[in-house]
């Protein structure tokens, strides 16, 4: 089961960075709407699946982990310049460096397939994380394939983004054969999720204060994908739970 959802998010990654590629009237418009969504259900899966299972593991001393978390998603910031919130902080110039962007956006995608390639509790927190992280890639692929159309490496953009598909996917892998073979990696692993969910929190905050209108007011439109993101990460508390 643990390897059809790693490839179904490499081919979502790849659907949502072949949309600007293949439609060149895909309407940016609809990027606010996604981004809530994503943003808002990345959360909620956060918060009541990884959050709830890294307490378990490490108590109280989890949220140092998920602190950390959440400071070094702000230094990788800096390096993505934000592709991975679904736009891009360019320089007074105008000018994004491409070569960057492909660095700090791999090293958070390596993270974010981390926790599908671990041993949880519950059976019901893997589901969960693949469809929180799969919303999450599809405009964070978006935005990638956007930029690429923009720069001089606009010949290789499939290369680019077939590249980007494969990380999170191959991090789930490593995570899942490493983790089950050795003590030391599945024990390193306990440690690291709390990290990943800090950065899951600074991610899904930033996208939902940030995708909207200048002044980041919250419109009907925004406020109802919202409430079904955070439903449907509701609706994954239902899911059958094996411990």
């Known amino acids: 089961m643990i390897w059809m959802y790693l490839l179904l998010l490499f081919l979502l990654t790849l659907v949502g960075g072949a949309i600007p590629l293949l439609f060149k009237q895909f309407k940016s418009s609809w990027m606010t709407l996604l981004l809530a969504f994503s943003g808002s259900f990345l959360l909620g899966v956060t918060l009541l699946h990884l959050m709830p299972e890294s307490f378990h593991e ?7 982990y998920i602190l950390g978390g959440f400071f070094l998603q702000l230094i990788l910031q800096r390096i993505s310049h934000g592709v991975e919130h679904g736009h891009v902080h360019q320089h007074e110039d105008g000018h994004t460096p491409l070569g ?6 791999s090293i958070h995608a390596f993270m974010e397939g981390i926790p599908l390639g671990f041993n949880f ?12 992280v799969a919303t999450h890639k599809i405009p ?5 394939s956007a930029l690429l159309l923009s720069s001089s490496a606009r010949s290789n953009k499939w290369v680019y983004l077939i590249l980007f598909a494969l990380v999170s996917p191959l991090s789930g892998i490593l995570a899942m054969e490493y983790g089950q ?8 692993l306990v440690y690291i999720i709390p990290v990943v969910i800090g950065a899951f929190l600074h ?3 930033t996208i939902l204060y940030e995708s909207g209108t200048k002044h980041h007011e919250l419109s009907r439109q925004k406020v109802i994908v919202i409430l079904c993101g955070l439903g449907l990460a509701l609706a994954t508390l239902l899911l059958p739970h094996q411990h």
């Open 58 to 64: 490490l108590g109280e001393k989890a949220g140092l």
């Open 100 to 105: 960057s962007v492909i660095i700090g956006l």
């Open 121 to 132: 509790h519950s059976s019901a927190t893997i589901p969960s994380m693949f469809f929180g």
């Open 140 to 144: 964070e692929a978006i935005t990638l």
């Open 181 to 188: 073979s050795f003590y030391f990696i599945a024990n390193l």
């Open 203 to 205: 991610i899904s905050t």
